[in-house]
């Protein structure tokens, strides 16, 4: 096919390709989409995340001295201080560990060490 042949069709595609004023859609109507995935995300994510960091501040701040808990390393031990920011944590006979309070996995319900008559 030689160019002559082609060059008629050239003016009706182009006038085929763009009929009228193409209309830009409204700003806000851009955004929604974006709104509405956030919303879902906040829902979804956010929210029971901050629920389940909430109640896991209150499990530690009720921390006492004789308190059995699991750490999230899978470190099983007694509470024997709570300070500020760390705890004391009884691991066997002879050793005691500072954890921090965020290093608290499980507070193993009722149970607490036993006392030892010295």
């Known amino acids: 096919m030689t160019l002559n042949a082609l060059?008629?069709?050239?003016?009706?595609?182009?006038g085929a390709a763009a009929p009228g004023p193409v209309q830009q859609p409204n700003f806000l109507t851009a955004l929604v989409p974006f709104a509405l995935v956030f919303v879902i995300f906040y829902l979804l994510i956010i929210m029971p995340?901050?629920?389940?960091?909430k109640k896991h501040m209150e499990m530690v701040q009720n921390l006492k001295p004789g308190s059995r808990i699991?750490?999230?390393?899978?470190?099983y031990g007694t509470v024997i201080g709570v300070q500020?920011?760390?705890i004391e944590l009884k691991?066997?006979?002879n050793v005691k560990i500072d954890i921090t309070k965020s290093a608290i996995g499980v507070i193993l319900a009722g149970e607490s060490?036993?006392?030892k008559a010295e």
């Open 7 to 14: 060059l008629p069709l050239v003016p009706q595609a182009a």
């Open 49 to 53: 995340q901050r629920k389940k960091q």
């Open 70 to 75: 699991i750490t999230t390393g899978g470190i």
């Open 84 to 86: 500020k920011d760390k």
């Open 91 to 93: 691991i066997s006979a």
């Open 113 to 115: 060490a036993p006392e």
